[in-house]
């Protein structure tokens, strides 16, 4: 039984919340969120990625980058940017892009989920970017950022949304940038948070989609406290995590390309006739780049010409739901025994490309140097519950969300 917690959200006033919502701070660069902000001084960047208002010089991991954090969000709240709301609610938002809409609940969830895999994960963390959200998080005494949690559909939950988003007008309306819709409506009617509160109960798993670093460092902060503070083992904000909750029915992933720098000491005729021992190997045909039409199937750049790979008998086991993985099927029969790539996470030889980004930036990669790119056919949502209720992890960067969450426009204090 899941448990979902109500609370009183730091939120950016109507008028500027299209100014303050951001992307999280792990999709770009420091110096591509100091261009973002240029000329905003009301994005959240400043307090997710707040080195972008220091020197560049500044280490990402100083102290100073963390108390910068928490003056930038102080200094928010103070001149009135955020604003919390005076009760405990549940929020409604809804991300539109290319006319499909995905609708999540804002609450809080349980540490002890997370802990007792109630909330199920499927990716491993990196110490050195868990540390680093430990200490953000810390030091601003919040969770800025939302962990996107999905969970299989439940028709009341939908009903009970829906019936809400049809009964009220939405406290903000906007279309950031990229052309992205979002919509935030405020639940705080006690009937109707106690609804959804029992509704969860009967909501057995839920799977983290997105945001494997913040949960993780979110629960090691919240056990930290209870450390600190034996005397609270209750209701204390700091036993809960910002997450934003959706139906596994509304999401979309994409594809989530990789490109290599070298083709491991062999030419590209000896590379071909070694991939061609596991695969099926057709030029590809069609016009433009080469997106893999079906699972087990993959698009290949390589000297200027596109092929279409598909994975012959015997490179996968169907029953086996790591094993035939798209990610997987590449990794163990391409990547390691030929590219020679053992570990995808560390080898400075292989980088990915999110399937936002296009096919085209996988022919520009290259193009500017690298040496062979792998268009994925995307993850399927039905792929990453297996993974998580095998208790396995996917390879890296096995799925690719889109629409990102935006952060800054909840914002959880954990006292």
């Known amino acids: 039984m899941a448990v979902l917690k109500p609370f009183r959200a730091l939120r950016p006033i109507p008028s500027l919340a299209s100014k303050v919502a951001a992307l999280p701070y792990d999709v770009m660069d420091s110096a591509e969120a100091r261009l973002m902000v240029k000329g905003n001084p009301y994005s959240f960047l400043h307090v997710d990625k707040a080195e972008i208002d220091l020197d560049p010089a500044v280490d990402l991991y100083d102290g100073q980058v963390y108390e910068k954090a928490k003056k930038n969000l102080h200094k928010m709240v103070d001149a009135g940017t955020l604003v919390q709301d005076d009760q405990r609610c549940f929020y409604i938002y809804q991300q539109t892009m290319d006319g499909r809409a995905q609708t999540g609940l804002v609450g809080c969830t349980s540490i002890d989920d997370y802990l007792n895999n109630i909330i199920k994960k499927h990716e491993l963390t990196r110490a050195e970017k868990e540390q680093d959200r430990i200490r953000h998080v810390d030091c601003c005494n919040a969770n800025t950022g939302p962990i996107f949690l999905t969970y299989r559909a439940q028709g009341e939950i939908n009903q009970i949304i829906e019936d809400w988003m049809g009964g009220h007008s939405p406290v903000c309306d906007f279309v950031s940038e990229d052309e992205i819709g979002h919509r935030v409506w405020v639940i705080d009617h006690a009937s109707t948070i106690t609804q959804l509160i029992r509704a969860f109960e009967q909501i057995e798993t839920l799977y983290i989609a997105d945001g494997h670093h913040r949960a993780a460092s979110a629960v090691k902060v919240g056990l930290k406290r ?18 934003v909750l959706f139906p596994d029915e509304q999401l979309h992933i994409m594809d989530y390309n990789r490109v290599v720098k070298d083709l491991n000491g062999h030419t590209p005729d000896q590379f071909l006739e070694k991939v061609k021992e596991k695969f099926t190997v057709l030029a590809y045909q069609g016009t433009g780049p080469c997106r893999p039409p079906e699972k087990h199937s993959f698009g290949m750049y390589l000297g200027g010409q596109w092929y279409l790979l598909k994975a012959n008998e015997g490179t996968y086991q169907e029953n086996d739901p790591m094993d035939r993985l798209d990610v997987s099927i590449l990794q163990n029969n391409i990547l390691t025994p030929i590219l020679g790539i053992e570990d995808p996470r560390t080898d400075k030889r292989i980088d990915f490309v999110g399937g936002i980004r296009g096919l085209e930036e996988l022919e520009r990669r290259v193009q500017a140097g690298m040496q062979v790119a792998f268009s994925m056919f995307p993850t399927t949502i039905d792929d990453l519950m297996a993974i998580a209720d095998a208790g396995a992890v996917m390879p890296p960067k096995s799925t690719w969300f ?10 959880h204090e954990l006292s």
Do not use: V
């Not at 503070?229 to 995590?241: A, C, K, L, S, T």
């Not at 889109?402 to 914002?411: A, Q, T, V, Y």
């Open 226 to 243: 209870r450390t600190q503070f034996p005397q609270f083992r209750g209701d204390e904000e700091f036993n809960f995590f910002l997450a």
């Open 402 to 411: 889109e629409p990102k969450l935006r952060s800054g426009l909840f914002i």
